[in-house]
Structures are given as C-alpha cells and as structure tokens.
C-alpha cells in the first residue's frame, strides 16, 4: 500500500507538515497566479476572469473578486454563481471551502481552515490540520468577519460585520458579535425590516 502523502492528509483532516516539498511548491504557484491578479489594472476584468478559471477548483458565473485577493492553495475552493469578494478578502484554503451561488462577502472577510494544536511543544513541531468550511447560498457575510475552521453557514443567514463564527450557523439567521451568536431569525415577516450594515 502506497504511504499517505502529506497532501493526502492535509485533505483529509490529518496532521501534517505544511514545509514538504510538493505543498511549498503549490503555494508558490499559487502565489505567482495571485500576484498577476492582484496586479491588474481596474479595467481588466476579462484578464481577472481567466486568472480565476486558473486559481480556483470550481468558479460559476459572474464571478467578482475585487483585488487584491489572498489564498493559500486556490485549487480547494469552490464557487458558485454570482459570488462577489470586496478588496483585501483572505481564503487560507488548506482544507476544502465552498461556497454557494449569491454569497456576498464585504472588504477584509478571512476564512480560515486551518488549525493548529493548542499544545505549545506540538505546535513546535509546524504541524497542521484543515478543517472544510462550507457557505450556503444567499448569505452575507459583512466586513471584517472572521469565519473559524470547520465551520458550516446555513442559506440566507447574515453574518454582523466584525463578527466571529466559531461554531456552525443554521439558515435564515442574523449572526453578530465576538464569539458569533443568533441574534434573530429571518423570516419572511421579519426579513423586511432587518438592516446590517456592512
């Protein structure tokens, strides 16, 4: 039987080493793909169009992402139709994200997978882990959010600007605050006159 490879168990929630050879040399192509991108002028939008079909596992239709970007592997994110990033978004990629059709992200949202072990002689040694993070369809996640590994978020939810979701959020909720909590349902009553400003 072939042995695992660190790639191997990077996606499959192991830990791992992030310095082997084939992981550093992905990053970097990753990283010279993200430089040309972040490098267009404001009117290249054909140009930043191919660049994505480059970057990304999975990209739907009309696709926006406002330069600069930042991920670490493009290849483990998914998106779907009518996705739009604000300026200086992170995706630090390391396990699978993906994210649904009419997700809306304001400036400066991170999305991290990755974890690291909460025992210092452990965290010495530079392992890893990834944890998937999953967006539904329809959500708004305002600026500045921060959205934890392994985390899920349901359809139609709305996450507060600032906020930090370190646990899954059902549908059709708001989310606010520093850990993330419900705030509200979002109901058809109620969705009406529910303003979160981004």
Not at 65 to 85: A, M, T
Request: with cysteine; aromatic share 10%.
């Amino acid at each position: 039987m072939a042995a695992v490879t660190e790639y191997e168990k990077m996606l499959n929630a192991q830990w791992y080493n992030p310095l082997d050879k084939t992981l550093r040399e992905l990053r970097l192509a990753t990283r010279q793909l993200l430089y040309k991108f972040n490098k267009t002028s404001p009117e290249q939008v054909k140009i930043r169009r191919t660049l994505q079909q480059d970057l990304f596992a999975e990209v739907g239709r009309d696709v926006f992402i406002e330069p600069p970007f930042f991920c670490d592997y493009g290849q483990h994110i998914r998106l779907g139709d009518k996705v739009f990033f604000n300026f200086n978004c992170v995706v630090l990629d390391v396990g699978w994200v993906t994210i649904g059709n009419n997700v809306f992200f304001g400036p400066a949202v991170q999305i991290y997978t990755v974890n690291h072990p909460l025992v210092a002689d452990e965290r010495r040694s530079g392992i890893e882990q990834a944890l998937p993070i999953n967006i539904a369809d329809d959500v708004w996640i305002g600026g500045g959010v921060i959205i934890c590994p392994g985390v899920s978020i349901g359809a139609r939810s709305v996450i507060a600007a600032g906020s930090v979701v370190t646990k899954d959020v059902p549908a059709d909720v708001v989310v606010a605050g520093n850990p993330g909590r419900v705030l509200r349902s979002l109901t058809a009553d109620t969705a009406a006159d529910t303003q979160v400003h981004r």
